[in-house]
């Protein structure tokens, strides 16, 4: 079993950053790659980017190139992401994920999830 906490989310107005944290505890990382996605209130749960594990290699979604990078820390079991010049349209309930995929941007192949950290940004 897997288990993932997020945490980081907050307010913030327009333009701002924020940095989330994923810690994962249980099963060796090795085989993982790591994700976050997002779900806004009464919209899909969409992915935003992914990290394999332990290669390193990132890919995102086409809306957040440039202002979102993801990254790891092995030895501690985390991913981040980190938000720059946030938009209103970020507002949504963010969440860490893992799957054995190396590379998927398919909700549905991801295996672990975490409980989401709340994202909300005032315009």
């Known amino acids: 079993q897997v288990q993932l906490v997020e945490s980081g989310g907050g307010l913030v107005q327009a333009g701002g950053s924020l940095r989330l944290s994923c810690a994962a505890s249980g099963r060796t990382f090795s085989s993982y790659t790591m994700g976050w996605f997002r779900q806004a209130p009464g919209k899909e749960r969409d992915f935003v980017a992914g990290?394999?594990?332990?290669?390193?290699?990132?890919y995102y979604a086409d809306s957040v190139p440039g202002r979102f990078t993801i990254s790891r820390d092995n030895a501690k079991n985390t991913v981040y992401l980190q938000m720059n010049s946030l938009k209103f349209e970020d507002t949504a309930v963010y969440y860490c994920?893992?799957?054995?995929?190396?590379?998927?941007?398919?909700?549905?192949?991801?295996?672990?999830w975490g409980q989401g950290t709340q994202v909300t940004v005032s315009s």
């Open positions: 990290i394999t594990w332990p290669g390193g290699s990132t």
């Open positions: 994920a893992a799957t054995r995929h190396t590379v998927t941007r398919n909700r549905y192949e991801y295996d672990y």
